[in-house]
Nanobody, 127 residues
Framework: QVQLVESGGGLVQAGASLRLSCAASEPAFKTYALAWFRQAPEKEREFVAAISYNGGKTIYGDSVDGRFTISRNNAKNTVYLEMNSVKPEDTAVYYC????????????????????WGQGTQVTVSS
């Protein structure tokens, strides 16, 4: 069972930058594709970004493309989400997820593609 723990959320002003981290306890984490999703109050969970197990493939949601960057450090069993030029509409609980498939180079922008989920970290952007 892979446990994922997000950190780095908080309250920031519009236009600022923020970096989220997600650490895993399971060494197999480094073989999985990883993703970030977010969920605002009374909205469905939304795809943010995903990265293949080796970092060679990344995809982004339309609303964050060009502002957010996903990366990973397999030596530290950690995935990051660098958030730049944040907007009030970025306010949400951010979740990291792992697909649970070894050596996965295919990344999906759908929640059903991911088996393991963290508890989430709140990001609030003030205007």
């Amino acid at each position: 069972q892979v446990q994922l723990v997000e950190s780095g959320g908080g309250l920031v002003q519009a236009g600022a930058s923020l970096r989220l981290s997600c650490a895993a306890s399971e060494p197999a984490f480094k073989t999985y594709a990883l993703a970030w999703f977010r969920q605002a109050p009374e909205k469905e969970r939304e795809f943010v970004a995903a990265i293949s197990y080796n970092g060679g493939k990344t995809i982004y949601g339309d609303s964050v493309d060009g502002r957010f960057t996903i990366s990973r450090n397999n030596a530290k069993n950690t995935v990051y989400l660098e958030m730049n030029s944040v907007k009030p509409e970025d306010t949400a609980v951010y979740y990291c997820a792992a697909d649970g498939i070894e050596s996965s180079i295919v990344v999906f922008p759908y929640t059903m593609g991911y088996q393991y989920w963290g508890q989430g970290t709140q990001v609030t952007v003030s205007s």
